[in-house]
């Protein structure tokens, strides 16, 4: 049974930052490649980072590419998405999803945690 889980949304001022941390377990972490998503009130949930199982190189969308940072610890079977000036259009419920290696289908989410960025 694999359970993806993520933590660290809330409240915070726009030109802030803010941390989320994903876990997944079930397996070796290792074979996991790792995505956030987010979905604003009344649109689509889109993919903003991915981090490849074997060190393969990370995907950033374009709207968060310069400020956001995607990271893994394998030994603490956690990644984490680092948001660095965040502003109102970051406002969104953010999921991690887990795909096993590279099926290429996101099999694997979390509940999603809430981010909202004010003026």
């Known amino acids: 049974q694999v359970q993806v889980e993520e933590s660290g949304g809330g409240l915070v001022q726009a030109g802030d930052s803010l941390r989320l941390s994903c876990t997944a377990s079930?397996?070796?972490?290792?074979?996991?490649?790792m995505g956030w998503f987010r979905q604003a009130p009344g649109k689509e949930r889109d993919v903003i980072a991915a981090i490849h199982w074997n060190d393969g190189p990370t995907y950033y969308a374009d709207s968060v590419k310069g400020r956001f940072r995607l990271s893994r610890d394998n030994a603490k079977n956690t990644v984490y998405l680092q948001m660095n000036n965040l502003s109102p259009m970051d406002t969104a419920v953010y999921y991690c999803?887990?795909?096993?290696?590279?099926?290429?289908?996101?099999?694997?989410w979390g509940q999603g945690t809430q981010v909202t960025v004010s003026l």
């Open positions: 999803a887990a795909q096993i290696r590279d099926t290429g289908r996101y099999d694997y």
């Open positions: 079930g397996r070796t972490f290792s074979d996991y490649t």
